[in-house]
């Protein structure tokens, strides 16, 4: 009979752990818009006639109420400024300078999808031909092979 003090037998740790991970109090994202993107906002701003004066690149009350107003006038949440959308509207959305073909590159909404009965229309012109098809304007029943072609009466 073996004992539980034994040297290969296992112990279990009744106590509680004592290390466990705190949350963090620290607020994630962005927390502060630094001075150059905050001078293009409101130069934006300014341009729409939301804000009024010379952009000063400082963040302030005056720059985050202007902001609000315009997301409210298009239909956007205003909670969390700026938004989004509120900057791809102003022009000074994500910049497409590391593209190879800025143009052509789909960085836009997608386009509707093609209906699926057209694009089946369509696979058949891949360059492959039936030879014993008959097409509308041909008259003269289709051939099996090793079968001889008719011949005119």
Do not use: C, F
């Not at 905050?38 to 400082?58: D, M, V």
């Not at 205003?78 to 509120?86: G, I, L, M």
């Amino acid at each position: 009979m073996k004992s539980s003090s034994s040297p290969g037998a296992k112990s279990t740790h009744s106590g509680k752990h004592s290390s466990r991970k705190r949350k963090s109090s620290r607020a994630r994202g962005q927390q502060k818009i630094d001075s150059e993107r905050a001078q293009a906002i409101q130069a934006a701003l300014i341009r729409e006639h939301y804000l009024t004066g010379e952009p000063s690149g400082t963040w302030n009350q005056a720059s985050e109420e202007a902001m609000r107003r315009y997301q409210s006038d298009h239909g956007w949440q205003t909670k969390e400024v700026p938004d989004s959308r509120a900057l791809i509207s102003l022009g000074l959305g994500p910049s497409h300078d590391h593209l190879l073909n800025p143009e052509s590159a789909m960085t836009g909404p997608a386009e509707p999808k093609a209906n699926s009965s057209t694009a089946a229309s369509h696979s058949a012109d891949a360059g492959i031909t039936n030879k014993n098809a008959v097409s509308p304007a041909d008259p003269r029943p289709a051939t099996t092979p090793g079968q001889d072609t008719p011949h005119p009466q």
